[in-house]
Every structure is written in C-alpha cells, then in structure tokens.
C-alpha cells in the first residue's frame, strides 16, 4: 500500500526522509528510492516550452496508453498549498515552500505523473506573487493553459478570499475566460475538445459559514464575471455551463486539523481514483480526446497558441493611467512640433534649399522631446520608454520627408552648379579640361556633402551616401557628355585646320595636272593627318578619354579628313572646272609656242598637227584626273570598312571613293572638250583667212580718184566747211589741253568693241555655216570611201578638207 511521507509524498512501503532533489530547469528530477515519478518543468520562467514532453511521458509509461489516461491541473495564489495538495492527492513530488521561507516556490509550470494513476498532474506557479510583481503576463497565460488543456482544473483558495474580487482571482479569470472563449470557445462548442470541470478547493474551511453561502458567493461571482465578458459575436449567448461544470469543496486546517486535513484529502484523492463513485472527477465527457502520444504536440500548441495571443497583454492601472497622460502629453509635444515643421515644409517641397535645415530639425525634434519627458518620465517607466520611443518615431517620419527633399533638392542644385562650372571653364581656348572637370567635381561633392551632413540629425539613422553615390554618376554622366561634345568641338577644328590647310596645295597640285599629281595630293594630305593626329592625342590627354574612345576619334577624324580631301578634289574636279583646266592646258599647247609667245597662223603653219597634238595631250589628262593613283606605293592610304567603324553615319566605300570621275562622265568631259577645242581650231584657221583678205595698195589710189568730186564738194560747201574748221578747231583744243590720249583711247575702246561685236557675230555666222556645209559634204563622202572608223578619224578628214579650202 502507497503510504505518505511527511511531506506529503507517497512511499512504497518504505517510510523514507527523502525529498526530491531539485534540477535545472527543464530536466526531470528522479526519486529514486521511493519509487516515485520524475516530474518535468514544461514551461519555464522564460515561457519556453519543453521539447522534452514526449520522452518524459514515454518514462512516465504512459506513452502508450492511448485515451487511458487524466489531466489536472491546479490554479491559485502563490502560497496557497497547491503543491502541498498535489503531493497528497496524486502522490507527485512537486516543490513545497519550507515553512520558514515565505516565498515563491513553483516557478513556470511542471508537469509529474500521479502515483499509482494514470494522471498527469500540472503544478503550475501561484498567482499574485510579489516576484513577478506588477506583470501579470505570466499568470494569464499559464492559467488560460491549464483550462484549455486540462480535464480538471483545481482552484485553490483560502477561505477567506472567497468574496474578494482578486483575491479569489476573479479578475484574473474573467481576463482568461474571455479570451478562453475567443480562442477555443468555438471548438469547444463543436464538442471537439471536451468541457472543463472547475473545483474550487476552499482550504482552511474552519467550518463557520455555511459552505452552501461560500458556494452560492463563489458562483455568483462566476456569473457575474461571465456575463460582462466581452464575447465573440457568434458566441455573445453562450452560458458559463455550456463550457465549465463547477464543483466546490473543502478541506481543513492542515496545521490546526492534520488528521481532519488528511482524511478530508484522502476522500478528496478517492475521488480522482475510484471511478465507481458518484462523484468521480475524470468524468469521459471532460476528457480532451487526444491519445497519450499527441499530448506533448498538443499542449505545446495550446501554449503557442496562449503565447501569441495579444488579448493577454492587458495593461495595469498604473500602464493604464501612464498610457492615458503619456499619450497626452506627447500629442502636446507633437502639435508643438507640427507646427515648427510645416514652416518648412512648403519650401522643400518647392525645391529649396533650406540653409540650416538639420539644426532647424534638431532643435524641434529636441524640444519636443525635452517637453515629452519633463511631464511623462514621472509615469509608468516602460510606458513611458515605449511612448517615447512612438513619439520619436512619429517625429522622425515628418522629419525625414524634409530630409529626403534637402537632398534632392541639393542634388538639383549642385548638379547644376557642376554643369554651369563645367560651361564656363571650357570657354575659350586656354583651358585643361581634366582639370577643370576635376575642381568642378570636388566642388560640387564638397557642397554637398557638407549640406547633407548638415541635414543629418542625432537619432534617426539617416543616409546621404545614397544620394551621393547617385550624384556621382550623374556628374559622371555630365562631364561624360562635356567630353563627347568637347572631343566633337576639337576633332570639328581640327579638321577645320585640316582643309584650310590642303585647300591650297591640292588646288595648286591638281592644277598642274603633272603625273605626279596624286603623288602630291596624298603626301600632302598624309602629311596633315598626321598633324592633325598629333593635335588630336595632345589634346586628347586633358580630356581623360579612354583608349577606346581615342581609337574611335581617330578613326572618325581620318575618315572625315578623307572627306574633306574628297571634297576638296570634288570641287576641283567638277565639270566647269576640270574643262577650264583642260582648255588652259590645250590652249597652252596650241595657242602658244614653246617660249609661251602667242601664235600668230601663218597659212604655212601646220595647224593640224599642232592641233592634234594639243588636243591629245591634254585628253590624255581626264584618265589621270578620273582616279587617285599613286606612284609611289609608299603613298597610298587605305580607311577601314564601315562595319569596323562604329562612328560611321552612312555606308562608305574607301574603293569607290577614289574614283574621281566615273567612265560616263570622263566620256562626257571628253566630248565637250573635243567640242570646244575644234571652236579653236576654227579660230586658228580664220586668223589666217583675215591675214590673206587685206586691202591692195592700188585700191587707195582709186579711192583717190573717185573721191575727188566729193572732196571738192566739200571744200567749197559753206556748211561742210564750217564743220571742218569747227572739227579742226576741236582737234587743235584737244590737242593744246593734251587730251589726245585720252580721246584716242575712247575712241579706240569704243571702236574695238564694236568691231569685237560685229566680227564675233560675222565669225560666229559665217563659222556655223561652213562647218555645217564641210561636214555635210565630207562625211557622207567619208562614209561612201569607208576610210572614217571613228570620230576623231572624221574630225581630222573635215578638218583636212577645210584647210584645203581656205588655201
Ligand atoms: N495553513 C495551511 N498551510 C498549508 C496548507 N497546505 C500547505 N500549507 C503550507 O503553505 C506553505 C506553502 O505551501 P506550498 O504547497 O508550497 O504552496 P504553493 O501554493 O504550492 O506555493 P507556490 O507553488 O510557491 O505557489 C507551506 O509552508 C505549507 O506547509 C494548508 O492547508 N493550510
């Protein structure tokens, strides 16, 4: 037979002295001589669960026992003997304060397996205890645990709390009743979890009030508290009964009574034990339903559950009251600090610069905190922290709108201020951009890095690198862009240079038309590129550009010298002038002998053959001028293909490039050319014609004679005689004044234009005629002998027949 120890516990059938040896936290505890069960702390004083449930209800043997088994757990004031009653009534070795120790005994909730049962018993840490003070997490938690997850649930209380509010842990229990309800009441109406039974032991019952009046008090208590609890809307008609079976009893003096004490605890024990009775406790329907072997899972799901839930976290009078003039007195502080901060507000968001808006911030910030805690540091501490901490916050996300809009703000402005640097240190010529760039850089970084500092305030932990770091790519970015555009500008002069340079050289080369042209133009024209080059990579240097970027400029600045020289040829070359080239060099041949004196046509001359020669030396020009050509292999400049040339605008074909005139166009050249060097060869023959018409001497004489009569006339005519004198005397006056020069170059001017005049018109008529005539009748006649295989064959014949005519 199990018997009892004097504390209380269970031997068998050894009278024993020994107590259970108490173990940290969380490890179980073995009595092993008296044979007793382990008992095991599943939450501890940090509110963690065990992990180690499952293998203590395996040691507990009990692991297996399927629905075989009971739940209890005890709930009451600190002190109150609930371990002393556990120990008696199921035979576990739960802690029990020494007498003469007044504290605290059971600590987090333990858990032991009754002696001889298949019970397992929660000792859980008293309530109200002078440890935990003021916070009451603790309790409700655990107390709200022991209802959800036990069959029973004792409720230990002296005698004389009965009637009292938080002495019989009313308070309490409406809090743990209420949120009972929200969180399991829906299961526990489903009939899923079971009902509770609550037995209210009333201890030191010394038996002077009627226990009827302590239930009925007790009850009417339960009620009351019941109908003011705050309900789920699904649930607001739910009764106490409808969960809760309510069972009272008592016990007792244990000091005063010992044998009463332990009789009554022993029909008490029988009670849990022998299930035959009427008034047996584990009754099936308040059995949870969970086999032995989910327990563990369960309960530490009901404890996550208890943990997490927020509706336990309800405020003590005191937090009450701190809340309530905390919450007061910042909203002061605050409205105060609006205030300051909407003055500033507006020209941010403008895009402002405010000067000195961090210590503007800093100061309001700090004055509203000094007003905050001047007032509210007098009240509940963790209140006040927490509020405090709420207030700053609130502060801080008005202030850092004004922050962030300092920054942008600051960015726009020094942006601005790098680019305008960047616009006057690049004018004119004398500057290095490198360094320009770099001051302007550094400025602007400087400025805005202190500005940003500045900003910054004590507390909120604020960041400007960000902010930076963007404006350094932008200023990047700008001064990437100064670079492209001052690289255009200088590669723009350069090639300015460039042309003005080769103009002159290349008119003066392709003028000469010498076989050593092309040699001269592309000596010239390599000769500059380098130069220009050279200028190019000097300056280059001061712009910091990349080795990519110098390839590209070069290339670019080569291909757009190439045009340029193109260009320059084009102009040269185009149809008006390359046929005033080729007339110069004809007529240098033709009209002038080999000592450069103009040619006068004798009719002994041979004109043809000085034609002809003329005339094929100088077509012997347009292949020379249709292609650039080099001599000197040395000379010759190639550019690289458009797809190797990213800077290239459009396609370009180096090759296609040196061809000057293409073969339609060298004919064309060739035709017109042919057309006006035979207007020469006319002219030539002419002047020889004009030479053999000159007026006989034999003809004066006759003009002589025939003239008489009319000379006479003259002479003795009053009028005509009067008009000689006057013609004579104004001869006589030019020549006394010396103006017979003058007048004679008049007179000749005007007469040799007008005879110009009338002779380019007679020759042009008389020209066109007999050449129309010559050609008509020679080539029909040419074709007829079919001597004439090509023009040039036929130009000479007619040409030939012409002259015979002319002698
Ligand atoms: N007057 C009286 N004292 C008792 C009774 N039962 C136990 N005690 C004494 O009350 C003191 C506290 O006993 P515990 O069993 O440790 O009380 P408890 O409620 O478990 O204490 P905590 O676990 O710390 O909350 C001990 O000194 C016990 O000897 C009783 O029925 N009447």
Redesign the pocket.
Same mark, same amino acid.
């Given at each position: 037979m199990a018997v009892l120890n004097p504390n209380g516990q269970y031997i068998n059938g050894h009278a024993s002295t020994t107590t259970t040896s108490s173990i940290p936290n969380g490890h179980p505890t073995k009595d092993t001589l008296n044979g007793n069960f382990d008992r095991h702390q599943i939450v501890d004083e940090e509110k963690k669960f065990t992990q180690d449930l499952n293998a203590q209800i395996k040691e507990w043997g009990l692991l297996d026992a399927g629905f075989n088994y009971n739940l209890v757990a !005890?709930f009451?004031? /600190?002190?109150?003997?609930?371990?002393?009653?556990?120990?008696r009534l199921f035979g576990t070795n739960?802690? !029990?304060? &020494?007498?003469n120790k007044r &504290? /605290?005994?059971?600590k987090g909730i333990w858990m032991c397996r009754g002696h001889d049962m298949n019970v397992m018993v929660m000792?859980v840490?008293?309530t109200d205890?002078r440890e935990r003070g003021e916070d009451q997490d603790f309790e409700r938690k655990s107390a709200l645990f022991s209802l959800a997850s036990s069959e029973v649930m004792i409720v230990?209380l002296w005698e004389h709390q009965v009637g009292l509010y938080q002495g019989a842990n009313m308070g309490l229990l409406k809090t743990v009743f209420e949120v009972n309800l929200g969180l399991f009441g829906k299961k526990a109406q489903d009939g899923t979890s079971g009902r509770t039974l609550i037995l209210f032991v009333v201890?030191?019952y010394a038996g002077e009030t009627p226990f009827d009046n302590l239930t009925t008090s007790l009850k009417d208590d339960l009620d009351r508290i019941w109908e003011s609890l705050v309900k789920p809307a699904e649930l607001k008609d739910v009764k106490l009964g409808d969960y809760f079976d309510l069972d009272f009893t008592h016990?007792?003096?244990?000091?005063?009574q010992p044998e009463r004490?332990e009789q009554e605890v022993q029909v008490l024990r029988s009670r849990f034990v022998d299930r035959s009775r009427e008034d047996f406790l584990f009754k099936p329907l308040y059995h949870k339903r969970i086999p032995a072997d989910g327990v563990s899972f369960y309960m530490s799901n009901i404890w996550e559950q208890v943990q997490s839930n927020k509706d336990l976290d309800l405020p003590t009078q005191q937090e009450l009251l701190a809340q309530f003039r905390c919450d007061e007195i910042a909203a002061v502080a605050l409205s105060e600090f609006n205030e300051q901060a909407k003055s500033q507000k507006r020209p941010v968001e403008a895009g402002n610069v405010v000067p000195g808006l961090g210590g503007l911030m800093h100061n309001w910030r700090q004055g509203a905190l000094e007003r905050y805690n001047q007032d509210a540091s007098r009240y509940n501490q963790a209140v006040y922290k927490r509020k405090q901490a709420e207030l700053l916050n609130t502060i801080d996300a008005t202030l850092s709108p004004l922050f962030l809009g300092q920054l942008k703000n600051l960015h726009k402005q020094r942006l601005g201020a790098f680019k305008k640097a960047l616009q006057d240190g690049l004018k004119g010529e004398e500057y290095n951009y490198a360094d320009v760039v770099k001051k302007a850089r550094s400025d602007c970084i400087e400025t805005f890095s202190e500005a940003a500092q500045e900003a910054c305030i004590e507390g909120p932990h604020w960041s400007w690198q960000e902010e930076l770091e963007l404006l350094e790519e932008e200023i990047k970015g700008v001064a990437d862009q100064f670079r492209k555009d001052e690289t255009k500008k200088m590669v723009s002069l350069i090639e300015r240079t460039f042309k003005k340079a080769i103009s002159e050289p290349v008119e003066v080369a392709l003028t000469k038309a010498s076989t050593k042209m092309w040699d001269i133009v592309l000596r010239t024209f390599k000769e500059r590129l380098q130069k220009a080059e050279a200028s190019y990579l000097n300056k280059a240097i001061s712009f910091n550009c990349t080795e990519e970027e110098n390839t590209h400029s070069i290339a670019a600045l080569r291909k757009r010298t190439w045009l340029a020289l193109r260009e320059k040829i084009n102009e040269q070359t185009g149809e008006t002038a390359i046929l005033g080239k080729l007339r110069a060099h004809f007529e240098e041949r033709f009209r002038y002998d080999e000592q450069g004196t103009p040619r006068v046509w004798q009719p002994e001359d041979d004109i043809d053959g000085a034609f002809k020669k003329a005339r094929d030396e100088t077509m012997d020009l347009i292949p020379r001028y249709a292609k650039i050509e080099t001599q000197d292999p040395d000379l010759s400049f190639e550019l690289p293909s458009d797809e190797d040339s990213p800077l290239s605008e459009e396609a370009f074909d180096f090759e296609e490039s040196l061809i000057v005139l293409s073969e339609t166009k060298s004919l064309e050249i060739t035709n017109k050319f042919k057309k006006e060097s035979d207007a020469y060869f006319v002219e030539a023959k002419r002047s020889t014609v004009v030479g053999i018409a000159q007026i006989p001497t034999w003809m004066y004489g006759l003009l002589l004679i025939l003239g008489w009569n009319e000379a006479m006339f003259v002479l003795f005519n009053p009028l005509y005689l009067a008009m000689m004198l006057i013609l004579g005397a104004g001869g006589y006056i030019i020549l006394q004044l010396g103006l017979a020069g003058p007048v004679y170059q008049v007179a000749r001017t005007v007469g040799g234009e007008v005879q110009r005049q009338v002779s380019s018109k007679l020759r042009e008529h008389f020209t066109d005629e007999a050449m129309i005539q010559q050609q008509q009748q020679y080539r029909p006649q040419a074709a007829r002998n079919g001597t004439s295989t090509s023009t040039d064959d036929g130009d000479d014949a007619w040409r030939e027949e012409l002259n015979q005519k002319h002698m």
């Open positions: !005890v009451g004031s /600190q002190s109150t003997g609930k371990s002393t009653l556990l120990n739960f802690d !029990v304060m &020494q007498n &504290q /605290q005994t059971t000792d840490e008293g205890g230990n201890r030191d016990l007792p003096h244990k000091i005063h004490f």
